[in-house]
């Protein structure tokens, strides 16, 4: 807004120029010269402010106060030497100035100077041997300039307000749902920490061979599981086709890669690498080849990475242990950071892994700043009311009742102008309307000017459409509101010429003067919104991703407490031997009943507790393998009735045993039943589990699918049927 008032007050010492060098005998030329030539130095000092020191307004306001020192002096030094109804030369100049101090100034300490500025003009006009009514009604026209424009600050200042507390609410929102989304994304991928370096080191410890691998993935798994674990941000600043190469490396892998882009080593790029590098784990571990295809495409809206290899393949649809692996570290790694993860695989033919994660960015977009009107329906009133005033002075000169007529016309015109000006939709036709109907509505008025040499109120019509250009600049465009204001002259003069008669070019730039200033008042207070906005949307996105990093180190801190609680207290000491040395006997029939109790928290968190976890171990101690596959999705209901058929069941499973319950999500809405498959050794353990569970008031559930040895038990929980007769 301060370099708004600059430039304004630039314009003014130009058309204060012109008026100096147009001047007749009626001004002294030395004194006026002096006053212009001191509030040029002001204004100059006002623009190399601006332009240092944003935020002072001390240029602004000795400004202000130079003009309302030569408004309340001019009538004794700078006025005319004989009685004249033209405005002074240094007239523009002071209005700008005056008005200028709405932008720096308080509001009562403004009123005071407005006041004293419609003083002064009162007095400049009666000095002028104007007639009191005269100078009265140009002084309250003067008044409310200066209250509209003191108006329109502080609705500028209101509104700047409600953007900052509107912005503010929003990016607190989004702050919520940004922390959601990280604790999600976190726990997400902690679980395919899980699964890729402590299952992984587990099972290697426990029954793969002594090479070192599995003491490296224990150190891996320790410093992402312990509290003092590195932020993703502080990765070896790689190439991410050098990352890839040195993994197939270690691998033992062919990696042809091929990558276009920059590679971000943020939380989206390091799930992506995290997958590849799965994805290559899974090339080494089960295809049979050395060779894996890696093609990488990173552009500004999508980071897109296909692996694939022509090794043996595998059925997608059969629930194994590689498909609910690549379910943990490669699908539900990327869709934690939004992205999807497409796998392919044909046995004999290979498999292929692409994924896809979009680049939004992580600071929400805000929307377009829309101004409410209510907040400056206070400066429309004081520019209606000042357009009734114009009509009101302009009707006095004429004694004509037909241009009374005429000029009362006129003034309902021009009201009706800002009302739709106020009120209208915004496009472009609107405005590029409104230019046109002020410009017929001069043109028409223009016709009923008696003396178009006369430098008087005939020409009222034209500061009649202040408040029209003002707002059209700050509604719409300051471009087209100063095309309009440009435009009112030339019009003028075509008209006057038209109807054969001489105008006066100083009389109409003189009244369009105006017009130029308060396009320019206009523009500025709509920079100065959409200014005023976009600072507080700055400062909004810093504050916010400053505390989205916080966020970050919040959500990976508690994610990795939250897997640390529910790995238990075993896991990290196991983890810590397998560093250490080789395992006895001993240490690996632990290791191998902690991969099986940590394999339970991956594909059935929601089922296994504590009493449940504790039984599963027990049962795997006496020889009975124990598989789970639950998606994290099973109703309630079905939750606690799975849970209370396993703890009854899996106390008299025979040794060596095996039980397997399912459960997977439908994509319809019919509920789907867990299922719990016991194979069992003989048909004669199968016959002895079948009156068990008839013991157990479970026989309703249970069908025998072979004589010999399976046994289907099927946990039917959905809502609206029967819930399972069993205790707990």
Do not use: K, N, W, Y
């Given at each position: 807004m301060l370099r708004g008032a600059a430039a304004a007050a630039l314009v003014a010492c130009v058309v204060g120029l012109?008026?100096?060098?147009?001047?007749?005998a009626q001004y002294a030329l030395a004194p006026n010269a002096a006053a212009l030539f001191v509030f040029a130095l002001a204004t100059g000092w006002l623009i190399e402010g601006t332009m240092r020191r944003p935020l002072d307004r001390r240029p602004v306001r000795v400004l202000s106060l130079l003009a309302l020192v030569i408004l309340l002096i001019q009538p004794w030094l700078l006025g005319p030497l004989r009685p004249s109804v033209e405005y002074p030369p240094v007239w523009h100049i002071m209005i700008v100035g005056v008005v200028a101090g709405a932008v720096s100034l308080p509001v009562r300490p403004y009123l005071a100077l407005a006041v004293l500025a419609a003083a002064g003009v009162a007095i400049s006009r009666?000095?002028?041997?104007?007639?009191?009514?005269?100078?009265?009604?140009?002084?309250?026209?003067?008044?409310?300039t200066c209250l509209a424009a003191i108006t329109a600050i502080e609705a500028l200042r209101r509104s700047a307000r409600s953007i900052s507390a509107a912005t503010t609410d929003l990016w607190q929102f989004h702050e919520v749902a940004a922390a959601e989304r990280m604790r999600e994304s976190e726990r997400i991928r902690m679980d395919a920490i899980v699964h890729d370096r402590v299952l992984a080191a587990l099972l290697l410890a426990a029954r793969g061979p002594d090479d070192g691998t599995a003491a490296v993935l224990a150190a891996s798994a320790i410093a992402d599981l312990e509290p003092a674990h590195r932020d993703p941000q502080d990765r070896p600043q790689d190439t991410w086709a050098a990352i890839i190469a040195a993994a197939g490396e270690r691998l033992g892998l062919r990696v042809q890669t091929r990558t276009h882009g920059a590679w971000t080593n943020d939380n989206a790029g390091e799930a992506i690498t995290d997958a590849t590098l799965e994805a290559l784990r899974n090339v080494a571990r089960h295809s049979g080849q050395r060779l894996a295809v890696v093609h990488a495409r990173f552009t500004p809206r999508l980071a897109r990475v296909s692996i694939s290899d022509p090794g043996r393949g595998f059925d997608i649809t059969e629930d194994t242990g590689r498909s609910t692996g690549m379910d943990t570290s490669i699908r539900a790694r990327i869709e934690g950071v939004g992205g999807h993860a497409h796998i392919t695989s044909v046995p004999g033919q290979g498999t292929r892994v692409v994924i896809s994660v979009p680049r939004a960015s992580a600071a929400p977009t805000l929307p377009p700043a829309r101004m409410d009107r209510s907040e400056f329906g206070l400066v429309v009133l004081f520019a209606a009311a000042a357009t009734i005033c114009h009509g009101v002075i302009g009707a006095a000169h004429y004694g004509r009742t037909s241009v009374v007529v005429a000029v009362i016309a006129g003034t309902a015109a021009i009201l009706g102008l800002l009302f739709v000006t106020w009120r209208a939709p915004h496009t472009r036709w609107v405005q590029w309307g409104i230019c046109v109907g002020a410009l017929v509505i001069v043109g028409a008025l223009a016709t009923t000017v008696g003396d178009p040499m006369r430098p008087d109120w005939q020409w009222w019509f034209v500061g009649a459409l202040d408040g029209v250009i003002a707002v059209l600049a700050f509604r719409f465009s300051g471009r087209v509101a100063l095309v309009t204001a440009l435009l009112v002259p030339p019009v003028i003069a075509l008209v006057v010429l038209a109807s054969g008669r001489q105008p006066s070019i100083s009389a109409i730039s003189d009244s369009a003067t105006q017009l130029l200033m308060y396009a320019v008042l206009g523009a500025v207070l709509r920079r100065g919104l959409g200014r005023a906005r976009n600072r507080i949307a700055r400062l909004a996105r810093a504050t916010f991703e400053a505390r989205r990093a916080e966020l970050a180190l919040e959500a990976r801190a508690m994610a990795a407490e939250e897997r640390r609680e529910a790995l238990?207290?075993?896991?990290?000491?196991?983890?810590?031997?397998?560093?250490?040395?080789?395992?006895?006997?001993?240490?690996r029939s632990a290791a191998v009943r902690l991969e099986a109790a940590v394999r339970d928290l991956l594909v059935a968190r929601r089922v296994v507790d504590g009493p449940l976890a504790a039984l599963l171990d027990q049962t795997r101690r006496r020889g009975v393998g124990v598989e789970l596959a639950i998606a994290s999705r099973m109703p309630d209901a079905q939750v606690v009735d799975l849970r209370k058929v396993l703890m009854t069941t899996l106390p008299t499973v025979p040794d060596g045993s095996l039980v397997r319950a399912t459960w997977h999500a439908s994509f319809d809405d019919d509920p789907q039943p867990a299922r719990i498959v016991l194979i069992l050794p003989s048909a004669s353990a199968a016959k002895g589990q079948l009156a068990a569970l008839r013991t157990a008031h479970l026989e309703e559930l249970v069908s025998l699918r072979n004589d010999d040895e399976l046994l289907i038990l099927t946990v039917l929980g959905a809502p609206g049927e029967q819930r399972l007769p069993c205790n707990p």
């Open positions: 012109i008026d100096l060098l147009t001047l007749d009666v000095h002028q041997r104007m007639s009191t009514v005269q100078s009265v009604a140009e002084a309250a026209l003067f008044l409310l238990g207290a075993a896991v990290i000491p196991m983890l810590r031997v397998i560093v250490r040395a080789p395992l006895t006997r001993e240490e």
